[in-house]
């Protein structure tokens, strides 16, 4: 029972109360189109490249087994037919041996690679050594009335280790917090509200060809969760990313208003978080195109982040930014 990190980010201030250390599991059912963390798709490791880093020096093609790579106009790169992820076997290897004649993510061009161009996306720890990197922050994370978020990627992708985690930080009295899309079985989200203080639950739009559209999913299951979860008196705070020609319209800013206004929900708090375009050299260094449709996305105007507050608390509804 384990799954890949592909990130564990300390003094985190954005992931709940208090100061953070938040973990960021890899692997997410959700393919959202200004997703700012592409690398946490896939829950298996990936070979990913910096080619501002690339010296050129050819290195990592010279020690590479299967010969998967070349040098291109672009920098380094991937053969046609090789692939840039696999399932790691077991998970917790990255020196497998290989299902077939394609990238086994030995990590030999990491390790060759002079100006660490060259990465290996995700990492299984077991559960002594996670713990010991948590411990070092605990009189940070204590006295700002911080803990421990699970992130990702999706942690309800992989819920039997994301229970053990939170079991073990709930014994280790870690304030405990969950960001996820509720894209999951509630049987599934009902055992993780018992191993947790607190969840951020991600609500993009409400209209269901739209979010199917631009997330490549249906909503309805991550609504079912919204209002089966705001009748268990559990505390969570709405997140939603604040995306002008996607969702900031005044249509689908009533709708979300209104269905959020209607749920038996104490706090009755969103986060509205603005877009942002981290996503696009991530998805350079995994040799994949940001945005490939050209979807209009754009930070949304000080108006019309002023007129969204507005909406949202003519309903009743809290919001920060």
């Not at 070349?70 to 790169?77: D, V």
């Not at 290996?120 to 720890?125: Q, R, S």
């Not at 609500?203 to 309805?220: I, Q």
Request: proline fraction near 5%.
């Amino acid at each position: 029972m384990q799954s890949l990190l592909f990130d564990i980010k300390r003094y985190a201030i954005n992931d709940g109360p208090g100061i953070r250390t938040t973990l960021f599991m890899k692997g997410c059912p959700l393919r959202c189109v200004w997703c700012h963390n592409p690398e946490s798709w896939s829950p298996y490791c990936q070979l990913l490249y910096k080619q501002n880093s690339c010296i050129g020096c050819q290195s990592c093609m010279k020690v590479c087994h299967e010969q998967v790579l070349e040098m291109t106009s672009r920098g380094i790169a991937f053969r046609k037919q090789s692939r840039t992820s696999r399932q790691p076997h077991p998970v917790t290897c990255l020196h497998g041996t290989p299902d077939d004649a394609h990238c086994s993510l030995c990590g030999r061009c990491v390790e060759e690679c002079p100006t660490m161009a060259l990465e290996i996306c995700g990492k299984a720890w077991n559960m002594d050594d996670l713990m010991e990197e948590i411990e070092k922050e605990r009189f940070v994370m204590e006295d700002s009335g911080g803990g421990v978020t699970l992130s990702g990627g999706e942690p309800l992708m992989h819920p039997e280790y994301a229970l053990s985690l939170l079991r073990e930080l709930g014994r280790r009295g870690f304030h405990r917090t969950v960001d996820t899309s509720l894209y999951a079985p509630t049987t599934v989200l009902e055992n993780i509200t018992k191993e947790c203080e607190l969840l951020l639950i991600d609500l993009k739009m409400m209209n269901s060809e739209r979010h199917r559209r631009y997330t490549g999913v249906d909503n309805s299951i991550i609504l079912d969760n919204i209002r089966w979860l705001s009748e268990q008196d559990h505390d969570f705070i709405i997140r939603i990313p604040m995306i002008e020609g996607v969702n900031t319209d005044v249509e689908n800013i009533e709708q979300t208003a209104i269905f959020l206004a209607s749920l038996p929900w104490k706090s009755r708090t969103i986060n509205l978080l603005p877009y942002h375009e981290m996503g696009k050299d991530k998805h350079r260094r995994m040799w994949s195109v940001y945005n490939p449709e050209s979807i209009p996305l754009r930070t949304p105007s000080d108006t019309v982040i002023t007129r969204c507050i507005k909406q949202f608390e003519e309903k009743g509804l809290k919001t920060e930014e």
